[in-house]
């Protein structure tokens, strides 16, 4: 389902664990201001994931646009599955879900990056069939 600011107090613990996996400090403030200022003002489009009423996933979409391509493109910025979630397919749904969408507002791609040495997700990934980039580099500003 589609995250509304209703929300977000299912959503912030996922959220934090998200962050600690990819360990940064829980920093409860930010990220309630983060997560709410996306939902208020429709900065991305986050879709959850239920196990019965308890929310045990979610992704964060943003849409960008494609000069390239000459339309809206998606990235797909954070996606986290609660450990006790995992192996269910919830993140294969979650991925399903966010392509539905891109396809519904008529995206001309979608693209994501993760960690070199999370394989699992790589093999999510894969298997919902992604395939990784070989084109082009990515470049990070000294910021």
């Known amino acids: ?4 600011l209703a929300d977000l107090e299912e959503l912030l613990p996922l959220v934090r664990a ?10 409860a403030a930010r ?3 983060l997560m709410e200022r996306n939902l208020c003002e429709g900065r991305s489009i986050v879709f959850l ?4 009423d308890t929310a045990c996933g979610f ?3 943003f849409e960008t646009q494609s000069t390239v391509w000459l339309g809206p493109s998606l ?11 995992r192996r269910r397919g919830v993140a294969a749904r979650l991925i399903e ?3 539905e969408y891109a396809r519904a507002i008529g ?11 999370n394989l699992a997700a790589q093999a999510v990934y894969e298997r919902a069939g992604w395939s990784r980039e070989g084109r082009f580099y990515k470049y990070n500003a000294p910021l």
């Open 75 to 85: 990235i797909l910025e954070d996606l986290y599955v609660e450990p006790a979630a």
């Open 59 to 61: 992704v964060q979409l």
């Open 1 to 4: 389902m589609r995250a509304a």
């Open 97 to 99: 879900r966010s392509m």
């Open 49 to 52: 994931a239920r196990a019965g």
């Open 31 to 33: 990220e309630r201001a």
């Open 107 to 117: 995206a001309t791609g979608m693209f994501l990056e993760t960690a070199a040495e």
């Open 18 to 27: 998200y962050r600690v996996f990819y360990e940064r400090e829980p920093e």
